[in-house]
């Protein structure tokens, strides 16, 4: 009833292409924006920030990426942790040797030099499929995180192989460093992933999505119609990894503000960002937020309940937040494959017919 | 929707039991205590998080609180991951009256994390023997404490220890030694101080890194078998302790040459490899046990109104009493702030003060119910480190005790404070730091405080 498309004629073909075809998508997705960028900085304090607004927005990069590469162009990864660290090492190293660079440039291009290394550690899904290429990517992950703790160059011959961020500015506003504004910090992370997001949006949805889906649908098929396998997954394999080299860049400047690259990189990542994005729902740019949102979030909001709330003790708490983080994936995955963004299409298609449904 | 009314329901019930407890009127200490009780870290993390709780709750229940002021701990489980610690940090920062007073986050990883946070928001950062060692110098990181000893005091120790069972420092030559580490920024403070006394000495360095958690170490062993090193050192923690000293058993490997960090040497490091681990030795500034006149009082306050922590039989051991300390310690530097304050009402800047001031003379420990249980210390505005010194203890795995087999070591301070002084000037210059301006300069602050606490160092057996 109040949600419905029956009346709503597209005039033109813009209109048609719109990324939002229905009025109140646009108007709720403009609300949430103008919310998000002039609304929520005014009531921020550090505890926003650091625990649930930076994750959420860095994880929700790093989501996208992923989404690019196993949801669109169906190539698993399990070196998501390996390429986050790239781009951290990247902007770390971009930042001591160039104290004078911008810090946007600075996480663009933390974010090309991980595409050139996704690129890489791509060259084998040229050959190898599936659960093959998951292992060949797992060998990216434990050699990148192998690397970075190798070699002295990559953390200046810091005596404990630690990388810390050195402070930056930007319009005389400080960006990283530990006396950075809450708000700053946020508005920063927050305008780069609507900005990506867009651009992934755009990119998915134009002749190099659909390469991508053709590839993942059926590789043979798509090569038959004239879709090259190399360009396709190695753009994707680029795209993928220039977004989430960016997240990496934003983890450990904006956020951690200091890192060690077993810890903060290791195998764990990687299956973090691989279960945000099968529970968001692969192969959706909405899906890559709400999984984010869901891994995220989920335990904070549990054990600030079960703690403040109800009392438990934080011990307790945080068993019952593992147990129950276990059971909840388990019954999204079984109640739908699909991920949360297939439920919300599906809340959408009954709010159509709601209160009459038939 | 019954659901939602129960849910209502426990909320009210709770929002009232936290009015009822807010509704006393004094003032109340905000102690955050970031723990690990769960994880591959928590048989470290919890009898060190156990020997915390049990201090306060019987400081609260024998004293009424630190000069009246009753002591909140406010536990946040971080399960020694960097960003659960931070997200900890966040969350207990402003909570209360006080406000967070003072940090412990029992972990080298998170106190990297935190030394910027807390120095821009003005918080002390208490490491005991932990964390970044350049801190000891406190005109460079005001903020951060990590007395009574550094990771570098105990590579260079175990280096002099090594010296004199092999018949003096210049036997080390051509000597192998292996140093088994967790690869991480904690496993991997020792290394720069080792190497510089590989040249000093002449002796072989092999590093051996474990990656987190620990679990799986058959190659490193095998590799500690095939190159034969004449001593292995260990910088462990959580699991990886007991399973290096069970993979060092299986391989034969003599415990009486395999010394651990102090982070490695509590009973339950050693309890999994049974009688195999007799003889293992470790570094230490404490005694073990509850012989102390302060347990019983933990015995009779605490656990006999069943406000104990943890369980009574674990009363005393390693890292409990090592938690016990650490508690004693921040209850003086509290005590002190409200001395130099004249008010009870104490925040993070002054505990700052009390810990920048500490004195632990012998008789203090004494009036405290732990003479004998470590070394006095004193603290200053230069040296945030204290002594410096090290005992080396070992197991005995028939009576299931620790033991000290030597007396308090002095480190190699030259070399360790040139390495601090190096370490620091870097961060300073890294981060802009213009040092703070103290009577003493470092070496001498740290020449002072060993002498102090060289008149007591006599720990009880």
Redesign the interface.
Known sequence: MFYREAGQFKGSYAADQAIFTIPQDRVAMIVLLVAAFAGVPFILN??WT??ILL?FLIWSMAALGLNILTGYCGQVSLGTGGFMAVGAYAAFKLMTAFPELNFIAVVLLAGLVTAGVGMFFGLPSLRIKGFYLAVATLAAQFFLVWLF?KVPWFYNNS????I?V??SYLWGLQVT???TKPWAAYLFCLAFVCVFALAAKNIVRGRIGRMWMAIRDMDIAAELIGVRPLVAKLSAFAVSSFYIGMAGALYFAVW?????P???F?INISFLVLFMVIIGGLGSILGSFLGAGFLVLLP?LL??GLV????L???T???VE?ATMGVLIIFFLIVEPHGLNRLWQIAKEKLRLWPFPY | MKLGKFCLGLGVVALAAGTITGGASAYELTYPSLVYRTGPYAPNGIPFANGVMDYFTLINERDGGIEGAKVNVVECETAYNTQQGVECYEKTKNEGESGALVYQPLSTGITYQLIPKVTADGIPLFTMGYGRTSAADGTIFPWVFNFPATYWDQASVFVKYIGEKEGGMDKLKGKKIALVYHNSAYGKEPIRTLQKLAEKHGYDLLELPVDHPGQEQKATWLQIRRERPDWVLMWGWGVMNQVAIKEAASIGYPMDHFIGVWWSGSENDVMPAGAQADGYLSGTFHAAGDQFPAHQDIYKYVYDKDMGAGERDRVGEVLYNRGLIAAAWTAEAMRKAMEIKGSVEIKAADVRKGLEQLEMSPERMKELGLEGLTVPIEISCADHEGPGTVAIQQWNAKDKKWSLVTDFMTPDQEVVNALIKEDAEAYAKENNITPVDCPMDFEEAKKASTEYSSQGAKVAE
């Open positions: 550090d505890y650091q625990a994750p703790n005596a404990t192989g630690q810390s050195p402070p460093g530990p006396e951690l503000g200091a890192a060690e077993t810890e903060a290791g904070i054990k600030n403040d709330g109800v009392g003790l934080p011990v708490a945080k068993h593992i």
